[in-house]
Nanobody, 123 residues
């Protein structure tokens, strides 16, 4: 079983930046597709970004393209989400997730989840 732990959340002003990290333990995750999802109060969990095991393929939600960047370091078993030009609508709990197989934007297709980290963007 793979365990995922997110860190790096906090409170920032609109236009600011944050870097979220996800640390994996228990097993290596070189062969897993890794993703980031977020959930705001009163809304369903939504896809943000994912990255393939080779790091050659990335996929972003339209709402974050050009502002967020996902990356991974398989040797260190870490995944990072660099968030720039943050907007109030980015406020949510952000979750790290992993799955066996090709990239996916569906919550139901991911096998492992972290506990989440809060990101709050003020106006």
């Amino acid at each position: 079983q793979v365990q995922l732990v997110e860190s790096g959340g906090g409170l920032v002003q609109a236009g600011g930046s944050l870097r979220l990290s996800c640390a994996a333990s228990g097993r290596t995750f070189d062969s897993y597709t890794m993703g980031w999802f977020r959930q705001a109060p009163g809304k369903e969990r939504e896809f943000v970004a994912c990255i393939s095991w080779s790091a050659f393929r990335t996929y972003y939600a339209e709402s974050v393209k050009g502002r967020f960047t996902i990356s991974r370091d398989n040797a260190k078993n870490t995944v990072t989400l660099q968030m720039n030009s943050l907007k109030p609508e980015d406020t949510a709990v952000y979750y790290c997730a992993g799955r066996q197989g090709v990239r996916s934007a569906r919550v139901s297709e991911y096998d492992y989840w972290g506990q989440g980290t809060q990101v709050t963007v003020s106006s």
